[in-house]
């Protein structure tokens, strides 16, 4: 075991702190890293809160992160993807039993035996496991993804996230060019959700509430914005998109969305809203509509991912900000004043006394 800085939470209602946590040495198939950059991801702040104590209690003290860029410091002996100096990637899993069906066909999201980045219970250390708020990490080589050249390290952290949630609902629905895709929501997940189906070749029109947001949305990428507010602007859109992806975790009139697919057309729910979301019926029947919900994906998509950012030098639009100002971050995050990820410059750790 060796001893890594990291910001962690005590309790539901206090804030992260510093403190040293134990990492476990690197076995033969580990790959351990210095953490570089790591993405503020929602889901951070609710687990720091313990507002998903009926899932998945939060298991104290608790360190987030799971949007995880890193240079490798040393590889075990039977490590083949990557050698010392090397960038590699870490996004929300970091084991999975490798023999269930899920496994064998690259879905490890979907592995009944997943080991989460962080608040999960570790088999290596009999502990829970301690996320990307720190200056180090260990993962084995199968959950270490290799990342770009040419991409801006900053914004690739929120790939192994943000990134992944909006890009695999595309591609497993078969984005391409020709079809027209709605995207709701202009935030974390938003905003790569455009890019992403831009540059698949889609029509992309964005769904928000607010007018403000109608340029950013087209320097995304957007060719058109919608004010979902406005009936008539939301009516000459009716039975025409291939896909939605929903990207709102608030509640809202999802019928008023599945109202705007063509026959067979499919809207994916990325977000996660509190509360249940009413369904009408019909508004499925009529049209053969589907409604889905789509989570990360697997170690071999999420690698498609980063070879496609290289490939269209997409990464996310991000705000740099030092270790240091954690609870400022989660408070913003909370008015939702970020455009459009947070990500936490490790080298800040280097200015602690």
Known sequence: ?????????????????????????????????E?????ICHSDLHQARNEWSGVMPTVYPCVPGHEIVGRVTKVGSAVTKFKVGDIGAVGCMVDSDGTCPDCKEGLEQFCPNLTLTYNFPDKHTGGVTYGGYSDGIVVDQRFVLKVPENLDLAGVAPLLCAGITTFSPLHHWGITKGKKVGVVGLGGLGHMGVKFA?????????????????????RLGADEVVISKNADEMAKHTGSFDFILDCVSADHDINAYLNLLRRDGNLCLVGAPEKPLAVAAFALLFGRRSLSGSPIGGTVETQEMLDFCGKHNITADVEIVPVQKINEAYDRLLKSDVKYRFVIDMASFKSEA
């Open 1 to 33: 075991m060796y001893n890594a800085k990291a910001y962690s939470a005590a309790s539901p209602t206090s804030p992260l702190a510093p403190t040293t946590i134990a990492r476990r040495d690197a076995t033969e198939t580990d790959v351990q890293m």
């Open 35 to 39: 953490i570089l950059f790591c993405g």
């Open 198 to 218: 831009h540059a698949l070749g889609a029509h992309v029109v964005l769904f928000t509430t607010s007018a403000s947001k109608k340029d950013d949305a087209l």
